[in-house]
């Protein structure tokens, strides 16, 4: 199973960019993005459940916009109103689980596949 993480690039502040996460091998019920900044730990952003339940850390609540495809293997995250502090690479993860507990999600050690990363860039 392999995660291809595409889609970042270089954006001014207020810009948009649409992150795309491929997997190969099979459908996943849970699929997420982490970000790590120069200097920082890899933190949360967004994840997708199984049935439609998303869930976002509050730094990008009604900017960001997880999604997946009907075929469960692919997951986008739609980035508008971007800041220099979204400034990160950007992670894919997926797992075939799903679960109940949405505090689960938060955490890198609900996912079993890890893309390469991809840059995202903000300037101001």
């Known amino acids: 199973v392999q995660l291809q993480a595409s889609g970042g690039g270089l954006v001014q502040a207020g810009g948009s960019l649409r992150l795309s996460c491929a997997a190969s091998?099979?459908?996943?019920?849970?699929m997420g993005w982490f970000r790590q900044a120069p200097g920082k730990e890899r933190e949360f952003v967004a994840a997708?459940?199984?049935?439609?339940?998303?869930y976002y850390t509050d730094s990008v609540k009604g900017r960001f916009t997880i999604s997946r495809d009907n075929a469960k293997t692919t997951a986008y995250l739609q980035m508008n109103s971007l800041k220099p502090e979204d400034t990160a690479v950007y992670y894919c993860a997926a797992s075939p689980k799903v679960y109940p507990a949405r505090s689960r999600y938060y955490s890198e050690a609900a996912y079993d596949y890890w893309g390469q990363g991809t840059q995202v860039t903000v300037s101001s």
């Open positions: 997708f459940r199984s049935g439609g339940t998303t």
């Open positions: 091998g099979r459908a996943f019920g849970s």
